[in-house]
């Protein structure tokens, strides 16, 4: 028996270690390939991709700030890794790669600011459980969600327009119908929110986000 608990324990000890260096590798790979952006920016005159590059650079570094803001011990592998994932698909595939340009850039870009609306919604998770709201009607917890949520939507789209009027980037493709582009972006994060606000009221996404 004893010898048994103690393989199970070597064995998590291993998968906890697996995961921390998992995690480790791909905020790596996102900081390489900033870099490597930005290279070709620098060498490259036709390329000005500089929003996606420090977007890229700065991004991985947000479950820690979330973590150290937030007081929480640890944010779960599987959130973390899906975080990553979309970083890489939402900045490095999008903006570096120019999916966001042709039929994509509907398509492409609406998913992920949906995606990015269910996202930021798990901060608001966290920032209602460090502040100890369990007295608070479900109501108004689950709207502070989608506030919070929209507000980092919001801050998103102030970023792209400042990298784009003031730096000469093109983090909005849609130039002519910029309002229309970032209305609709608003919308999809707004939907998205709404339903990760709708989640979090569910035990198993409770149980999801907390690992």
């Keep these: 028996m004893t010898s048994t608990l103690k393989t199970c324990y070597n064995l998590r000890k291993m998968a906890n270690k697996f995961r921390k260096y998992l995690l ?3 905020r790596i790979c996102l900081w390489v390939l900033a870099i ?15 929003g996606g590059v420090i977007s890229g650079i700065l991004l991985p570094f947000v479950p820690m700030i979330v973590q150290r803001i937030f007081k929480i011990k640890h944010i779960a592998f599987r959130i973390e890794l899906l975080y990553y994932i979309f970083v890489f698909i939402a900045l490095d595939l999008g903006i570096c790669f120019d999916l966001y340009v042709g039929w994509a850039d509907f398509i492409f870009d609406k998913i992920v600011h949906f995606l990015s609306g269910i996202g930021t919604s798990i901060i608001g998770y966290y920032a209602l459980n460090y502040y100890k709201t369990d ?6 917890r689950g709207l502070f969600i989608v506030f ?4 980092i939507a919001t801050l998103w789209e ?4 400042a990298c784009d009027k003031f730096l000469g980037f093109h983090m909005q493709t849609l130039v002519t119908d910029g309002v ?5 972006d608003l919308i999809a994060a707004t939907i998205g929110s709404v339903i990760g606000a709708w989640l979090w009221s569910k035990p198993f996404y409770k149980k999801f986000i907390e690992g």
């Design 135 to 140: 007295r608070t009607p479900k109501f108004f």
């Design 148 to 151: 919070f949520s929209i507000s």
């Design 180 to 184: 229309d582009d970032t209305m609709l």
């Design 158 to 161: 102030f970023f792209e327009f």
């Design 36 to 50: 490597l952006f930005g290279i070709r920016c620098i060498v490259d005159d036709s390329y000005s991709k500089y």
């Design 24 to 26: 480790l590798a791909c």
